[in-house]
């Protein structure tokens, strides 16, 4: 099932339908969110890392950030389907490092509960 989803990825990245979205759309339309790919990609090699590392207010401020910009390249005209997959990817990758640092700083180091205590 991957492989037959990553192959239409590809067909239609080879496909002239594509070529041509990236040819209408103007040069902040692509150049943006391919440099904003840098944060998920972050997040996503972060996620093999100690979760000691996670930074619970930079979590949830990237996450507030790519909840309003997914919006935003919803709303915008043409719709910027790059900058919107972008950002929801960094979303995902966000919650999943903020599900990370819930369990290990709330869930994995809390002594087991005593009844009576």
């Known amino acids: 099932m991957a492989g037959t989803l ?3 990825a590809v067909d239609h990245l080879k496909s002239k339908e594509f070529r041509d979205y990236l040819m209408r759309c103007e040069r902040r339309h692509f150049w943006g969110p391919v440099a904003n790919w840098g944060l998920p990609i972050a997040a996503i090699s972060d996620m ?3 979760p000691e590392i996670i930074s619970g207010r930079m979590t949830f401020a990237l996450t507030c950030y790519s909840l ?3 919006r935003f390249a919803y709303k915008v005209q043409p719709r910027n389907w790059l900058l919107f997959a972008c950002h929801i990817t960094n979303e995902t990758a966000q919650l999943i490092q903020g599900g990370r640092l819930i369990k290990y700083k709330y869930v994995g180091s809390a002594p087991p509960f005593k ?3």
């Open 6 to 8: 990553a192959r239409k």
């Open 48 to 50: 093999k890392k100690s």
């Open 68 to 70: 309003l910009f997914m």
């Open 115 to 117: 009844v009576g205590e």
